[in-house]
């Protein structure tokens, strides 16, 4: 018998600023994560990532690169896995139209959520800053 595979995939859109900076928001929770979300099934994972840059920050034009981090994440919380998968991307602007559930988006220093308590900051810099 297989171990359960089930993942829940989400597609991550890693944007940086002239300064090094990754773009990061807060949504329905008090913590930083990767503007993205989850894949719907059938869902051309560079659609998904223009779609979760339109919901959360009024995106509408993004050049979507090439995957830049995959990683997976066992989450005990909920006892399921996670698996992130995460595009270089590139906005022309910053003028952001926050959509629900999104209350901030800033671009910060990767570094500094190196020693969060948050699983999801944690995830961030596991992703990004640890490579």
């Not at 994560?33 to 840059?53: A, K, M, N, T, Y």
Request: glycine share 8%; proline share 2%.
């Amino acid at each position: 018998m297989y171990p359960n595979t089930f993942y829940r995939v989400s597609v991550k859109a890693l944007i940086q600023d002239e300064e090094g900076r990754v773009l990061v928001v807060k949504e329905d929770q008090d913590a930083w994560s990767l503007p993205g979300g989850g894949l719907e099934h059938g869902e051309d994972p560079v659609d998904g990532v223009l779609r979760e840059l339109s919901e959360e920050l009024g995106i509408r034009h993004a050049n979507v690169k090439s995957i830049a981090r995959t990683k997976t994440f066992y989450l005990e919380s909920i006892q399921t896995w996670l698996m992130w998968v995460v595009y270089a991307t590139e906005i022309d602007n910053d003028d952001f139209t926050y959509g629900d559930g999104v209350t901030a988006a800033a671009f910060v220093d990767i570094t500094t959520l190196a020693s969060s308590n948050n699983i999801f900051e944690r995830m961030v810099y596991d992703v990004i800053g640890n490579n």
